[in-house]
């Protein structure tokens, strides 16, 4: 039903974290349920919670375990800066749903920021800004039109001469965009939370199932599991990350392709202002953030295959090469890496997810094609897919469906 990926390999930077537990069941019996939820990263965890809020009744599986997936490998800078620069994608998409897409990930960010607060889930959750800088997709010139985009859009940008980035940075580079109201946050944190909360919700989560198969009938869907016991429910929410195969979803234009990060001890100075996360306008792009203890996490050097193997042998070097930039952009930092890993990562043409039922299946819901936001897109998802189950529509929902 899914192919087994390995994920992430190396040592993310969250192990250095403790999340709270989140307790899981065996599955030794046939259970049915309104909905079933493949899958306990942060995706699945967001479904569940949402969907436990609007008085459904859930079971989630995962054939490791809560975020055992990419959850545990992302840097988590949760961006409502989609990686499609809104002046680009209107070139795709054309600029009315471009701006759409842009306005629906401003919201999530701000949305998955309020219903963390009111959740009260301690995930080291903080606003940050961020800093697009001048790289070879958006020059200098580039940028300027970039953010007169989104303005136009209400999304608020300023752009940043040379000048004024070394004066208030510190960095050297041709121009960047400034932007408000991103989030950083510990990605283990905030799924256990949310998982932690669907539990208190009684949900129930069985770990480790695998499902195998899926027959969706015109009253429900029976999803069989590796062990034995099936799970029959209403609806059905693919939430299984890069694993998700075409066999039942239609082919699209995703692929998965690998990258790398590092993470640095805490830093004894003081970081760069504000501690704004940092990205380039470039390809591959370098991008960087803190947490919230003072290390610096940064990542990138992306490279176009899924050969784990192949991916795994080049991550001491990718290490490297990634401090070794890392130090050049801003030479006050000790880039040295204490954290190594790497991990799979789906990509889409126009970098926008698919999410929502499968053609021909209404009753099965997918989650996929991240890209760098991939935060942002589960926390959209989780919106959408709980819109459609409790039957109320969501009118940006045609941006993101099989169907576009
Ligand atoms: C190095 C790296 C950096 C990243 N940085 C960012 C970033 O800065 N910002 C951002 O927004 N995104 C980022 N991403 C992307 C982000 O991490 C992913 O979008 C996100 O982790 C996906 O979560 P998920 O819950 O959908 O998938 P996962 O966490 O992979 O969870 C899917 C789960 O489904 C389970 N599963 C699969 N098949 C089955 C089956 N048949 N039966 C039962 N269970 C099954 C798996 O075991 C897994 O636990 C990054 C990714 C990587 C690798």
Request: some cysteine; charged content about 25%; glycine content about 8%.
């Amino acid at each position: 039903m899914t192919r087994k990926l390995d994920l992430r390999t190396g040592r993310p930077v969250w192990y250095a974290y403790r999340a709270p537990s989140v307790p899981t069941g065996k599955l030794t019996r046939d259970v049915k349920t309104d909905v079933a939820v493949i899958g306990m990263g942060i995706s699945g965890a967001m479904i569940a919670e949402a969907l436990t809020e609007a008085g459904c009744s859930v079971v989630c599986i995962d054939r490791r375990g809560p975020f055992l997936g990419s959850t545990s490998a992302t840097t988590a800078l949760v961006q409502f800066e989609i990686d499609q620069p809104l002046s680009l994608l209107s070139l795709k998409i054309g600029k009315p749903k471009a701006e759409r897409a842009w306005r629906r990930s401003r919201l999530a960010v701000m949305n998955l920021k309020a219903h963390i607060s009111e959740l009260g889930i301690r995930c080291a959750a903080e606003t940050r800004q961020s800093l697009y800088l001048a790289g070879n997709i958006l020059n200098a010139s580039g940028l300027r039109e970039e953010a007169e985009a989104r303005r136009q859009a209400g999304i608020g940008a300023t752009y940043l001469t040379a000048s004024t980035l070394r004066e208030k940075f510190g960095v050297e580079r041709d121009g960047a965009i400034l932007s408000p109201d991103n989030l950083a946050l510990d990605p283990r944190k905030l799924t256990a939370g949310l998982l932690r909360k669907a539990l208190a919700r009684k949900a129930r989560l069985y770990a480790p199932v695998e499902a195998t198969g899926i027959e969706d009938g015109r009253e429900d869907v029976v999803i069989a599991t590796a062990r034995g016991p099936t799970i029959t429910a209403t609806h059905v929410v693919l939430a299984t990350g890069y694993e998700l195969v075409a066999d039942l979803v239609p082919s699209t234009n995703h692929k998965i392709i690998s990258t790398w990060a590092i993470a640095t001890r805490q830093q004894k100075r003081a970081l760069w202002p504000g501690a704004a996360f940092i990205w380039e306008a470039s390809d591959p792009y370098l991008y960087m953030r803190a947490t919230a203890d003072g290390r610096v996490i940064c990542g990138g050097e992306d490279e176009d295959f899924t050969d784990e193997a192949k991916r795994d042998m080049l991550t001491a070097e990718k290490s490297e090469r990634i401090a070794r930039k890392l130090k050049a952009l801003l030479p006050k930092l000790d880039a040295t890496p204490e954290f190594s890993w790497a991990g799979s990562f789906g990509t889409t043409v126009t970098g926008l997810p698919y999410i929502g039922q499968l053609p021909r299946h209404p009753r099965i819901h997918a989650v996929m094609g991240y890209g760098g936001n991939g935060i942002t897109y589960s926390r959209i998802a989780a919106e959408l897919i709980t819109s459609t189950i409790t039957g109320s529509e969501d009118s940006d929902a045609g941006l993101f469906s099989f169907r576009r």
